[in-house]
């Protein structure tokens, strides 16, 4: 079992509103990602990092921004939520040198914002 | 990065085999061929991987021709619980960016 959680798993908020998305692993993992996915659309990457202070945008253009201060630990914040930011937001985080390269999920945020 | 391309939807019967076939036309030399499974409301989850010729494990097989420019994923005798989308992705191990496709929709039907 993946040591990856986010909290919370569901948030429903109102427009302009500011929201921050959790995301832990306990694995000491370098690389961790933010995936945005529409119901029934492919996801999208929006955030990564290579470790601690590294933070880089994904292919996806998003207004969200992350921080990773800790190896463990990679927030995603919207400082003013509106309705085209509902979607699912899933946390993954992978191995540097791992045989595989394996991507661990965690069970993602879904956001509503009215 | 090396582009994906899956057809979009399938539908097997329960206990049929299943191939799912991805193609990657500019896979690069250090490139792996990674899949992955999700279910609705949940991350995708690792299959298996492979680099060339084929590889199996407890869950699904996966056949690389010589010249890499496609994948077949193989799951043998499906069951319901295998509905769900498969994703091919295409990248070496370093891992610093991982892009999923489209994936294909995999019903199956008792």
């Known amino acids: 079992e993946a040591d990856i959680y986010q909290t919370p798993r569901y948030l429903v908020i109102g427009t302009g509103k500011k929201i921050t998305l959790e995301c832990s692993q306990t694995m000491g993992h370098d690389k961790m990602y933010w995936y945005q996915q529409d119901p029934g659309m492919e996801l999208h990457l929006i955030h990564y990092?290579?470790?601690?202070?590294?933070?880089e945008k994904g292919d996806l253009s998003s207004e969200s921004t992350v921080s990773r201060i800790r190896t463990e630990h990679f927030p995603l914040t919207l400082e003013s939520a509106r309705p085209s930011h509902t979607s699912q937001y899933l946390c993954?985080?992978?191995?540097?040198?791992?045989?595989?390269?394996?991507?661990?999920f965690g069970e993602g945020s879904r956001l509503t914002v009215l | 990065l090396a582009k994906t391309t899956q057809p979009i939807s399938m539908d097997s019967y329960e206990g049929q085999e299943v191939n799912i076939t991805c193609s990657h036309n500019?896979?690069?030399?250090?490139?792996?061929i990674t899949w992955y499974q999700q279910f609705p409301s949940q991350g995708p989850r690792f299959i298996i991987q492979g680099y060339k010729t084929k590889v199996t494990n407890e869950v699904a097989s996966l056949f690389i021709p010589a010249d890499r420019k496609s994948s077949t994923l193989s799951l043998p005798r499906v069951s319901l619980s295998d509905t769900a989308v498969y994703y091919c992705l295409v990248g070496d191990l370093s891992g610093n960016q991982f892009y999923f496709g489209t994936g294909t929709s995999l019903t199956v039907i008792p």
């Open positions: 990092s290579y470790g601690v202070n590294s933070t």
């Open positions: 500019n896979i690069a030399t250090n490139d792996y």
């Open positions: 993954a985080s992978s191995a540097t040198g791992g045989p595989t390269g394996e991507l661990f």
